[in-house]
């Protein structure tokens, strides 16, 4: 799980944001610890993935248990996306992506994959 947490700092740093996030996404599911999933929506928001992130964020600050570092970075985040999604009207689709598995997974109906 370092290895993994390492990896995506890494890919971070050199801009490889797929790369982390799929570091990061695997360290959580590996260690359940949410500072994991907080860095990987920070990574979504990076890849542009706005609504995903938010709803990440959304469900972290509701279903965890975070330091006060981590509450206090998806706080930001969350806010940063919200934002971005008011910007453009409220219609901020993913790039990409579909968030439904994560609108689904802060409404408790789906686990994140």
């Not at 890919?11 to 590996?30: H, M, P, T, Y």
């Not at 279903?63 to 206090?72: D, G, M, P, W």
């Not at 985040?77 to 790039?95: H, Y």
Request: with cysteine.
């Amino acid at each position: 799980m370092v290895s993994l947490l390492q990896r995506g700092k890494e890919k971070n740093v050199s801009g490889d944001f797929r790369a982390a996030c799929a570091c990061f996404e695997a360290a959580f599911a590996l260690s359940m610890r949410p500072g994991m999933l907080v860095s990987a929506a920070n990574m979504r928001l990076k890849l542009g993935q706005v609504a995903t992130a938010e709803a990440m964020y959304r469900w972290l600050r509701a279903e965890c248990s975070l330091s006060a570092a981590e509450k206090q970075m998806a706080t930001a985040k969350r806010a940063e996306a919200q934002a971005l999604m008011q910007r453009s009207g409220g219609a901020a689709a993913d790039a990409g992506d579909d968030d439904s598995s994560w609108d689904a997974f802060s409404a408790g109906e789906a686990s994140p994959q």
